[in-house]
């Protein structure tokens, strides 16, 4: 068990449709990444949050959005949904200081139909 | 270009052997990460390994060890005494720049498939 929680497991919902992804990263870690893994772009870091603030963006597109809020859970909103989107969407935490690994959720799987 | 590079889309190795799995990369910085990862067909990611750049000795975890060669900016795995439970996708992945916090850059992956 890494101690990232991710919620919900699996999602199945319909093109055109919003859904929220929820993170809960480790105790202490201040720092939250969002990864998208699909069979084509492989995995793709999306967006990076540390202790409530945007750090760094990746190839995240503008129906993607994200939020780290006080106590330091995530969101990654995800609206106007296409087939295309379907994808294992990770959340990872890491500590402030030390080159350490960063510690992965279980992943939610999205399926858009 | 392509920061992370696994050429092997798949390898198979028998139980109980040694197998190696390659993985270059491309950066300009003098301080970066390198990792691996093992995705099971579960799908969550594991944490196999660490080297830093200025790490001088090659490191190991166990059955795993991480031949590093920096000139060639190269930084293979080797898995000693292959287990059933190794079949899995690998990846290697880099973090760039002094921070500890920066994000990740990953590799395609390879399929290892441990054969009895």
């Known amino acids: 068990d890494s101690g990232v929680t991710q919620t919900p497991k699996h999602l199945i919902t319909a093109t055109g449709q919003r859904v929220t992804l929820r993170c809960s990263p480790r105790?202490?870690?201040?720092?939250v990444y969002w990864y998208q893994q699909s069979l084509d772009q492989g995995l793709q870091f999306l967006i990076q949050?540390?202790?409530?603030?945007?750090?760094a963006k990746g190839n995240i597109l503008e129906r993607f959005s994200a939020q780290q809020f006080p106590d330091l859970h995530s969101e990654l909103n995800l609206s106007s949904l296409e087939l295309g989107d379907s994808a294992l969407y990770f959340c990872?935490?890491?500590?402030?200081?030390?080159?350490?690994?960063?510690?992965f959720g279980q992943g939610t799987r999205l399926t858009v139909v | 270009a392509q920061k992370i590079t696994q050429t092997q889309p798949g390898m198979f190795v028998q139980e109980k052997e040694a197998v190696t799995l390659d993985c270059t990369y491309d950066t300009s910085d003098q301080s970066y990460g390198l990792f691996w990862y093992k995705q099971p067909s579960s799908g969550e990611m594991i944490f196999l390994i660490y080297?830093?750049?200025?790490?001088?000795q090659n490191a190991t975890e166990g059955r795993y060890s991480l031949n590093f060669q920096k000139a060639r900016k190269s930084a293979n795995l080797v898995i000693s005494a292959s287990q059933l439970g190794d079949s899995a996708m690998y990846f290697c992945?880099?973090?760039?720049?002094?921070?500890?916090?920066?994000?990740?850059?990953f590799g395609q992956g390879t399929i290892l498939t441990v054969h009895p």
């Open positions: 949050y540390y202790n409530g603030e945007e750090r």
């Open positions: 992945a880099m973090r760039e720049g002094g921070t500890s916090y920066g994000k990740l850059t």
């Open positions: 990872a935490s890491s500590v402030l200081r030390g080159n350490t690994e960063a510690f």
């Open positions: 080297q830093g750049s200025y790490d001088e």
């Open positions: 105790s202490g870690d201040l720092s």
